[in-house]
DNA sequence: GGTGCCCTGTGG
DNA sequence: CCACAGGGCACC
């Protein structure tokens, strides 16, 4: 579910509670959630280390220790990370538990258990995690239009396909790909070669624009992030085309959102106000 | 590049 | 009941 706003938002709300504790202890209820094939080399690794610094790159999650080592945890479909209080109320489908010195709890759950947690010692090269090929972060200087062109003129894929390949702009989803195409005024079916430089552009403008608009709106207190388990990801009041099929364009055009299926993904958009 | 798959819950 | 869900991978 989450896409950059909202890994994001969990990266601050969590960051706060674990930046130089300990790990006491860790409890793996569902290891499918540890990418690792043996996950007592995990605990192993983890167990006993300090939390020095987090940070995100796309839409992964990075914590890091004190032994040089990386925690990494990606969320995938419903990933939710929270750091509660000890004894806090059970949270339903929880797979890792991590326990620190002062009491808290990192508690990660996942509906579905698409999300993966990685463990990278200090000097390992990292050719598991997926996140040594991704494309600039949105915010990235060199994410321009010259940088989308370069990538994507001689692609015969779409333009929203694009969009969501983590190798060309890390962290863009299925939402705000259509949030960024109808602010963009080009339909998510477009061959990614058939933008005009203007359009490359404006691409380029609207990816960062929207992205720190939802970053902006995902804002939210401890409190209610711990009462949303982490995924009240508030956009929804904001969102302007995504599940909104068959009702008006938002630009006051008169033509009604069109829902249909661009590179195997639900998409919406505006026949009128996108060419 | 297409397709299936990993999973569970929800809505039509 | 089936279709679908804000992700990404392995496999042709």
Partial sequence: MPELPEVETVLRKVTPHIVGRTVRAAHISNPSVIAHPDPSTFLDSLIGRRFVS?????????FHLDSGGLLVLHLRMTGCLVATPRHHADIPHTHLVISLDDGVELRYSDCRRFGRFWLLSENE?????????LG????DPGMDAMYLHDLMHTS???VKECLLDQHIVA???????????????????????SLTDDEFMTVASNI????SFFLEKNDISDKDYLIGLGKDYRNTPYLKVYGKGGEPCPNGCGAVLIKTVVGQRGSVYCPRCQK
């Fill in 136 to 139: 600039l972060e949105p915010w």
């Fill in 156 to 158: 015969r894929r779409s």
């Fill in 54 to 62: 987090s940070s995100r790159r796309g839409k992964y999650l990075l």
């Fill in 208 to 211: 960062k624009d929207r992205l």
């Fill in 171 to 193: 962290g863009i989803g299925n939402i705000y790909s259509d949030e960024i195409l109808h602010s963009s005024g080009i339909l998510p079916f477009r061959k990614a070669c």
């Fill in 125 to 133: 090269s990292d050719s598991i995690t997926g996140m040594n090929s």
